[in-house]
């Protein structure tokens, strides 16, 4: 998909321990059996939520995050497209222009 600025989008990547796939907005989009067996973590690693974190390099997410879910199961083709199809109102917004766009900080 090709990805637009000032858009929402539900993205879910899911790994079997065989094959790693990445859906948007409830389509699959791509997968790879390139890696495979158990996710081991490092002692000198750190965990990076919206960021690549990697020795000397460190690069962030040009955008922001309204919810993060981490399974200990892989969740179902059918389970994300139900949520997409959940949020379809969400996902089908127009943006708004940039001067539209009002914060409030209490």
Request: with cysteine; charged share 25%.
């Amino acid at each position: 998909s090709e990805i637009e600025p000032g858009r929402w989008y539900y993205v879910v990547c899911t790994f079997d321990g065989l094959v790693m796939r990445l859906f948007v907005n409830g389509k699959l989009e791509a997968e790879s059996g390139e890696e495979s067996g158990q996710v081991l973590g490092t002692s000198t690693g750190e965990w990076a939520i919206g960021s690549w974190v990697d020795g000397d390099e460190s690069t962030l997410l040009r955008g922001g995050l309204i919810e993060l879910k981490i399974w200990d199961r892989v969740v179902s083709p059918q389970e994300i497209m139900l949520v997409a199809a959940k949020n379809r109102n969400l996902l089908d917004a127009e943006p708004a222009a940039a001067a539209e766009l009002t914060f409030l900080v209490e």
